[in-house]
């Protein structure tokens, strides 16, 4: 039983906490109380599942849509598990600082309880629906969020990722065990049988021998090889469950590092004549063009822009991937658009569908972005800013106008 309650920190806490460079959880509770409803969405899941079995259901075949509620509530409930099992982890390893996680920790489960709403929502849909397919919105098998980065990633954090496996692994083979007796006999789906059966052995060994990495109370210096196979179980059991929900993907399957992504790289660009709007949201250009401060705003950072061609590029890249489908603008949970990011010179806010490279960084399908142009630092000696951002992007009334000379103010 912990010392503390993390939704009522003490004075004590809060000091350790803050000694050693640890942040709040509040947010991140406020989120796990919200995602149990995955479990619900479970039990329907599995009930599914063992009604298919029961009705000689082939999933290579059979509904699209109760493949696509099964591939989806598996994704909020893999995702709902690494999250609650690496707060846990931290608060276990030291309950005086319950409330309290490092800030790779912390990055981690925000990344994961981002994404558990939206495959809620799919499910049900899916559920709802019999032409629903999932397929039409992102690339499948979808990826776990980016893993955050922490040099070396602290022992409490291994022990999370650790229990998140080991829960998910009960539940990917007692999935596997009830699909292996759906699989007809015929020759052409026996292959598709065995590779999954090695996906299983693959995701299994990578956590059988972290776990013995973690046993003999590692040194610093082993924890990212502990981390790499932690991290290698939990993808591969994320795909696993996918599969088993859609098999039809098991023939083209490749792993997440083997994934070809989108480039555009090779795009020109004519920095003589050129819309100044450009890199504004579509969606809201409009209302920003009739801000003075935004008008002012846009001049100035075009007037310091060092290279206009290199900002140019990458909102070519943007546009590109916009136009192939492999972006899309980002919605809220309701299918309303987030809308433009609040930093001048105010771009769209986009969903990735499926894997691409703009701006030189590899971007994973359900990951929400933007582009940010600013010469704001360049008053304190520092570069021009062209940079894509990664978040989970949450609404806010603030408006930051990135003056690089303070001539609007606060």
Known sequence: MMANDPARPTLMTRVIAAYRGEVSTDELEA???????????????????????????????????????????????????IGEQLLDADYTADPRTAGYVPPVTSRQVAACFGQ??????????????????????????ADLPEWAEADPCPLPHLHGMLAAARAIRRHAEVAFGVFEQTVPDAHDHQADLQRLRQLVAEAATAADYAEGLLKADPRPSLHEAIEQRLQRSLELYYHVGQLIAMPRHIAGYRSTATRPAATYESLDVDARDFDAWCLTDPQRREFWQADPKARQ??????????????????????????????????????????????????????????????????????????????????????????????????????????????????
């Open 31 to 81: 989120y796990r109380r919200a995602g149990g409803l995955v479990y619900t969405e479970l039990e329907h899941a599995e009930e599914l599942r063992l009604r298919l079995v029961q009705d000689g259901v082939n999933l290579w075949h059979g509904s699209q849509a109760a493949s696509g509620q099964l591939l989806c509530t598996w994704n909020a409930f893999v995702l709902q598990t």
């Open 297 to 410: 705003a846009v001049k100035e950072m075009w007037e310091y822009d060092p290279d206009p061609a290199a900002t140019l590029r990458i909102q070519a890249q943007i546009n590109a991937a916009f136009r192939d489908g492999a972006i899309a603008y980002a919605v809220d949970a309701a299918g309303e658009p987030l809308g433009s990011y609040y930093c001048c010179p105010f771009p769209a806010i986009y969903s990735v569908r499926r894997p691409v490279v703009i701006g030189g960084r590899r971007l994973r399908p359900m990951q929400q972005f933007t582009y940010e142009a600013s010469a704001e630092e360049m008053e304190r000696g520092g570069p021009f800013k062209r940079e894509i951002i990664v978040a989970d992007f949450r609404p806010t009334n603030d408006i930051d106008y990135c003056d690089p000379d303070g001539l609007h103010g606060d």
């Open 116 to 141: 558990v709403e939206g495959w809620v929502s799919r499910a049900r849909q899916a559920a709802g629906n019999s032409r629903y397919l999932v397929e039409t919105e992102l690339q499948l098998p």
